[in-house]
């Protein structure tokens, strides 16, 4: 029988900021690296990580005007590095660096 752990929301707080600190690091990785490629203005690639085995990811834009990812972090907390990465680039970067895939 599997037990559920419960944190105090201090243990909460700190490793939800673990996990964000995790995601801000890989999206400058993703961004340095030059890893997003344009499909279109609402599609994008996000090809993996040196010596990372995951597959590349797509990243669209949603009727809403969010971005979502096939990823399994993206699934699980609908945040992940790609989605960081790309909002960044399109927000405080050029954006025209994003060349089409």
């Not at 993703?30 to 995951?54: E, H, M, Q």
């Not at 990823?71 to 089409?100: D, I, M, W």
Request: glycine residues 4%; contains cysteine.
């Amino acid at each position: 029988m599997s037990q559920q752990l419960d944190f105090t929301p201090k243990v909460r707080g700190e490793i939800m900021k673990q996990h964000k600190t995790t995601i801000d690091s890989k999206a400058e990785q993703i961004i340095s690296l030059g890893l997003l490629k344009k499909v279109n203005d609402n599609a994008y690639i996000c090809r993996p990580l040196p010596g990372n085995s995951t597959p590349r990811t797509l990243i669209r834009n949603v009727m809403n005007g969010s971005w979502s990812c096939d990823c399994q972090g993206f699934k699980a907390s609908k945040n992940c590095s790609h989605k960081v990465a790309l909002e960044r680039q399109l927000r405080e970067r050029n954006p025209e660096q994003l060349t089409y895939f």
